[in-house]
């Protein structure tokens, strides 16, 4: 939601990133204040993966240009781990797998670092498990996902269900999920969105990463932007990502590098 | 990030100081009057004597084995020294009569030889060299019938039962360094459970190298007799040297019909410097006959330590109904190499067996696992399963798997499954996003990974295996 | 242990004797090479179980036997062999007791590729022969390579797909005899091509194949290579394959052990970056058969994806031996390996040795392997039997499906179907 004279948690400005060698983003401009959902859509390759793991401080991705700036503090100095204590959380397209760790033992360190970070106290296990049942209720998941390994033999939809039980966990400024909805049935799509929509507040902003509108029927955008050839080449509201769903990308991409009409054209004419 | 994993990886050995202590060590070299000096000054029996010198005329004609995967020089024999202990009064009433430089450098170890000490409820024996130099809560357990302590004292206290058994599970000319051992094995523990008594609290002995020159040749004897049961813990480390000391133990473990022992090692003995010098060379064989019905005999170990590992514990499942079990963790960095796995052996009908090996090798190192599987015609109904994983970090090290898989019996089942794992740049990052540096993410994959071992370990022994495990492959110098 | 080597030396002589008798070839670089096999030939012994690649497998009964090179060819017409022929196979080459008879194989012209006997061979081959079968340390390669004539030659030109499979017939058809098939296959950037190896027997004494093959693939070629091994009952069979496999290539093989006392066969495979193979075979054994297959894949470079079934069904007292290595060399990362070996011994002395191997220098790999041994699960059994099936049939099918699984990944509908049935009557007479 758009609240006037909100603060603004993240600036990116002339983001140039590159992998071996390669250059994907291409000046990149993006503003987002708190309170805010921003939609990133575009065809594949356009560079919307990239840019979330940029911003989340990937080793494989070079920034060999611009700034980012969280709450007006340089976001690429940092390491991820000091990203992340910093409020910034990456929700994987494909969340990783790690065998032999159980997902209680990996969520309680994950929670108690950060909250370290912020000056507040620690919960021991019992505390914890108490808090953690109480958010995953949000999600709708049995408690057996606590005993399981991180991830290890869970399905697409619990995958992202458990990534969105750690955004509530930590609680982060900015919480940037990448093609969450990807390999979601409608059940899943459905409490996916309904935990991001609760976790979403006057004091953090989102940004969803997504090729396909699906999820802005159940997470409403205040800006959807059209990504191409690494750079955003059009903003606009909600509404946008409808016109992309029955326009397709071509579109936007076409105008923005001033090609011909296509021959779809001529045939209407 | 191969850097910061590197850097997790390369932390020094905390065990390898010298005790300056006044020892009794043998001159060097190796012939029938070393054996006979070596049973003199244990005062033996004749008969103890003509088993050592049988197994030395054995040993003449045997040649080291070359088919493990480790390489190493040719081991001169002749320059090891086969006997040395800390010179000390010949019979010591109680622990305060222990040397205090012996008692501050276990101390330091964290092993307790005060009964009142905090580790309270594991009897401790101490070996430092080639002698046994304490047994700890001896006469309690004499109360319920169990006797434990040095196996010099077994010789003269219980020679009937040390030559019942001795040599009956790992016959003297069974290899190499058997029969290298069964001719100078110089003391160690011994251990022997009545009859339907379960063993009231841990058993643990724990050995420490310290000259340099010496090698150690300890020979360990446990009994379980019908439905007694035992849980047995052992420990090892040594100072750092720039040479290699051997290491050549034999362990003989027979439990009786439902009888159960629990056999669980951290061995730490020093693995060298990260350029490969120096390290012991640790070549062990330890068997376990599970001869009675429903008998049970359980390997757990963490192999850490040791330039060189050559060891297969192993069951040989004759009772009916007997199971065999093999836990190991065995982690290499440097230029370690590991050579360890386990056999097993059935002979009975219905036996089972299981396998779970964890290979991580860091470093230059190489890691190998080797097991037998072996059904024998006659072990109708037999059961085998056994897990193989490698976890590897940086790519100058190497992970193997060798499973011999020998089946004479269709009525039997094996299986067996492997698979590597890794430490890599998306597990770090997954974490890192997560708000969790690259040292807790370490620790935590591994031992996730080691899981199925560790939860096998006594609770001491597992907090002080995972710790060994942090200490080894990270930055927190414990 | 003296003894030994004595008697291991003659045994190699007297496979040598008739090596001298060999006429020289015109081509110098075919006299050199068979005089370095003869040489090592001279400095190896025969294995013995105390060598670890022999350790499960027993040849003193070949050892004990004497053979001789073929003396007279037999003068075979094409109605004997008919039985054997592939429908699909335009081109047949058929060896008699090693030596090709151009009367009774079949050279599709059309089909854009150089079919030829290897003594005929000349120059492509020089740059190959011998040179990817080691036999260097391998006493029964360099027995072959020392008797180097006849042979198969197949160049499958650039980017030329060949159409149908080539079919490569060996038959035995005389007791005492050694024989050396060989088989090079030149496989160019971009072609692709199906070959059959196919070892009969029209006899029933022992008689002794010691077969080498070597296949080049090329970049990005393709190559289904199919063997079937269904030699004599009292035959042996040793055979070493070695494939090398240039970036990008693909090779696929169905490796089927049906025939032969003792059997053995050796395949090496060499992967380079981007490469992929899948190794499957088959032993189907009985009696008192021996069949041993050993494997390596060997992944030198990154990028590989290789895969490999095993299976063995051991009836009577037969033995099966497998040993499958594989290894993944420093470098070759992002190797994606997965090998498996399944055996279901179907009486109580069958015997399986098996051993699944990996070795691995490299960190970002993924690599499984697993082994069963067992025999058919009751549970599986018990269903069938409730839908009607008696026990017999029951196991009958079951067991064939366990075979069966390797087959069907023959790319051959007759050959399928034959080997199928061969399955079905082998399963059906053990039960």
Known sequence: MIYPGSKTILEVRGLCASVSGTEILKGLDLTVKSGEVHAIMGPNGSGKSTF???????????????????????????????????????????????????????????????????????????????????????????????????????????????????????????????????????????????????????????????????????????????????????TGGKELALELEARGYDWVGAKHRGAAPKVVAKVAA | ???????????????????????????????????????????????????????????????????????????????????????????????????????????????????????????????????????????????????????????????????????????????????????????????????????????????????????????????????????????????????????????????????DIKYSTVQNWYAGDENGIGGIFNFVTKRGLAKGVNSRISWTQVETGSAITWKYPSVVLQGENSVGEFYSVAVTNHHQQADTGTKMIHLGKNTRSTIVSKGISAGHSNNSYRGLVKIAPTAAGARNYSQCDSMLIGDQSGAHTFPYIQ???????????????????????????????????????????????????????????????????????? | MSAVTPVTATYLESLLAGQAQLAASPLAWLNTLRAAAVERVGVLTVPTLRDEDWRFTDISLLTKMSFHPLRTAINLQAADIERFHIAEAATRLVFVDGVFAPQLSNIDINSGVLVSNLAAGGAACAAHLGRHAEFHNNVFAALNTAFLHDGALIVVPRNISVATPI????????????????????????????????????????????????????????????????????????????????????????????????????????MAEGAECAVDGLALISERQLADTHTCIDHAQPHGVSRQLHKCIVGGSAHAVFNGKIMVRQGAQHTDSQQSSRTLLLTGRAQIDTKPQLEIFADDVKCTHGATVGQLDSEEVFYLQSRGLSDTAARNMLTYAFGAEIIDRIPITSLKQQLEQTVLEQTASQL
């Not at chain 1, 790690?98 to 296990?125: C, H, M, W």
């Not at chain 1, 799509?189 to 029927?217: F, P």
């Not at chain 2, 996003?433 to 096998?456: H, L, P, T, W, Y």
């Not at chain 2, 710790?467 to 927190?476: H, V």
């Open chain 2, 1 to 259: 990030m191969s850097a910061v994993l590197q850097n997790l990886v390369n932390q020094p050995y905390k065990h390898g100081f010298v005790t300056d202590i006044e020892s009794d060590v043998a001159p060097k070299g190796l012939s029938e009057d070393t054996i006979r000096m070596i049973s003199a000054k244990k005062n033996e029996p004749e008969w103890l004597l003509e088993f050592r010198l049988k197994a030395y005329q054995q040993w003449l004609k045997m040649t080291e084995p070359t088919w493990p995967n480790v390489k190493y020089p040719k081991i001169d024999f002749q320059a090891i020294s086969y006997y040395a202990a800390p010179k000390q009064k010949p019979k010591l009433k109680s622990m305060d009569e222990v040397d205090p430089e012996l008692l501050r450098t276990f101390e330091k170890l964290g092993v307790p030889m005060h009964e009142r000490a905090v580790l309270a409820g594991v009897a401790v024996d101490v070996i430092f060299d080639s002698v046994s130099v304490a047994t700890t809560y001896k006469h309690k357990l004499a109360e319920v019938g169990i006797i434990f302590g040095s196996f010099s004292e077994a010789v003269h206290e219980h020679p009937e039962l040390v030559k019942k058994y001795l040599g009956t599970v790992v016959p003297v000319g069974d290899n190499y360094y058997a029969a290298l051992n069964s001719a100078v094995f110089t003391d160690g523990s011994f251990c022997f459970i009545p009859k339907g008594v379960k063993c009231p609290m841990d058993l643990s002995t724990y050995f420490r190298i310290n000259t340099q020159e010496s090698g150690q040749f300890e020979r360990t004897l446990i009994i379980a007799e019908e439905g007694a049961s035992v849980s047995y813990l052992e420990g090892c480390t040594a100072p750092r040297f720039d040479t290699n000391q051997l290491h050549a133990a034999v362990v003989e473990l027979i439990a009786l019909d439902n009888a």
């Open chain 3, 167 to 270: 079919h490569l017939l060996f038959i035995a058809t005389q007791k005492d005899v050694a024989s050396y098939p060989r088989c090079l296959l030149l496989a160019e950037s971009g072609s692709a091509v199906t070959l059959i190896e196919d070892y009969v027997a029209l006899q029933e004494e022992a008689y002794f194949t010691n077969a080498v093959t070597e296949i080049v693939l090329a970049d990005s070629a393709r190559v289904n290579h199919v063997r079937v091994q269904r030699e004599g009952a009292q035959g042996f069979h040793i055979a070493n394959c070695a494939v090398s496999l240039a970036r990008t290539s693909n090779y696929q093989s169905v490796s089927v052990a049906l025939g032969a006392r003792i059997s053995r066969y050796n395949l090496n495979v060499q």
């Open chain 2, 407 to 478: 089946v004479r019996n269709n009525s039997a089942k094996v299986e067996h499954e492997a698979s590597t794992s890794k430490i890599g740049e998306d597990q770090l990052f997954y974490f890192a996003q997560r708000g969790i540096d690259a040292e807790a993410a370490v620790s935590m994959i591994i031992n996730g990974f080691c899981k199925d071992v560790f939860q096998q370990l006594p609770l001491e022994f597992a907090v002080e295996a995972s710790n060994l495990l942090s200490f080894k492959l990270e930055g927190s110098i414990g």
């Open chain 1, 52 to 234: 979330s793991k940029v911003l989340a401080g990937h080793s494989a991705y070079q920034v060999t240009a611009g700034s980012v700036l969280l709450e007006g503090k340089n976001l690429l100095d940092l390491p991820p781990e000091e990203r992340a204590r910093a409020g910034v959380f990456l929700a994987f397209q494909y969340p990783i797998e790690i065998p032999g760790v159980a997902n209680s033992q990996f969520l309680r360190l994950t929670y108690n670092t950060v909250q370290t970070q912020r000056g507040k106290e620690e919960l021991d296990p019992l505390e914890f498990d108490d808090f953690v049942r109480e958010k995953m209720k949000l999600l709708e998941m049995s408690p057996d996902f606590l005993d399981r390994s991180v991830n290890e033999g869970f399905s697409g939809g619990e995958k992202k269900r458990n990534e969105i039980l750690q955004m509530a966990l930590l609680e982060p400024r900015l919480a940037i999920l990448d093609e969450t909805d990807s390999g979601l049935d409608i059940d899943a799509l459905r409490i996916v969105s309904q935990g991001v929509n609760k976790l979403a507040n006057k004091d953090n902003a989102m940004v969803l990463v997504t090729h396909y509108q699906r999820l802005l029927n159940y997470i409403v955008p205040d800006f959807v932007h059209v990504m191409d050839d690494g750079r955003i080449v059009k």
